[in-house]
């Protein structure tokens, strides 16, 4: 058990995928996995066991935001020895060649995050995600014959911010905007661990249009699916 994961070790696989909206983990554990035991309901933060194509995969909500992130995924590489690491999470597109319902394999993440500067006493380490999870990701989605965007994204420590600079952002081609990925990928390397954050765009920000729900839904699933068929490959 860890401070904020009620699990034994063992109950947790090797391979995990980490929706913010823990309900989003229950999507996945219900919809895509078998033999599914749920581990973890400390904080409503769910976590499940289960099987994909006869592969062991957990599944773990992570809450909004690098504070939040960082707790969990400390926990479960430090505590259960978690080897690889896949955020499934949404964002809100700042470039005019990624529209909604893309879906994104973020290459490094950007971050106003304090938490780098913290770590490396104001050197900018630069984020990013492992090389062999980004390519078989990458060609799972291109066998599902799905146009993913792979680049560079932006890891926000303010949701609602009417300071930040998206025009210059895109234009040094910052993809999207999100809230997790730079302190997934900083901590995946400080324990030498594989992590890829995939996000859908879930929203433009230049273009003002959203998603329903049900094309979400539906959005959610190419990504999942790639990223559950990315988890398994040897
Ligand atoms: O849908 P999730 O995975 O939570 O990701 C995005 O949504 C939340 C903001 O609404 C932030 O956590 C952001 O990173
Ligand atoms: O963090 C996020 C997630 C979705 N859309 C945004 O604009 N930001």
């Not at 066991?49 to 809450?63: A, E, L, M, N, P």
Request: charged fraction near 20%; charge should be negative; glycine fraction near 8%.
């Amino acid at each position: 058990m860890s401070v904020h994961i009620n699990a034994k070790k063992g109950d947790i696989a090797d391979t995990i995928l980490l929706p913010g909206d823990p309900l989003r983990a229950k999507y996945i554990a219900e919809t895509f996995l078998e033999d599914v035991v749920q581990y973890n309901e400390v904080r409503n933060m769910f976590g499940y066991t289960g099987t994909y194509k006869g592969k062991r995969i957990s599944v773990q909500g992570t809450g909004m935001g690098v504070p939040s992130i960082s707790i969990y995924i400390t926990e479960l590489m430090a505590e259960y020895d978690v080897q690889k690491l896949i955020r499934v999470g949404t964002c809100g597109s700042i470039h005019k060649d990624v529209k909604v319902r893309d879906v994104i394999l973020a290459q490094s993440a950007s971050t106003d995050s304090k938490m780098n500067e913290i770590i490396f006493n104001g050197i900018n380490f630069a984020p990013t995600a492992d090389f062999d999870l980004l390519l078989k990701a990458y060609n799972a989605g291109v066998e599902k014959g799905l146009n993913l965007k792979v680049g560079n994204v932006f890891t926000e420590d303010v949701f609602y911010n009417e300071h930040a600079e998206h025009e210059k952002w895109a234009q040094y081609g910052i993809l999207a905007l999100e809230m997790e990925s730079s302190a997934l990928y900083t901590l995946a390397a400080k324990f030498g661990r594989q992590a890829l954050s995939i996000l859908t765009v879930s929203d433009h920000l230049l273009t003002g249009e959203v998603t329903t729900s049900e094309e979400r839904q539906l959005t959610f699933n190419d990504m999942i699916v790639v990223a559950l068929d990315a988890a398994i490959q040897d």
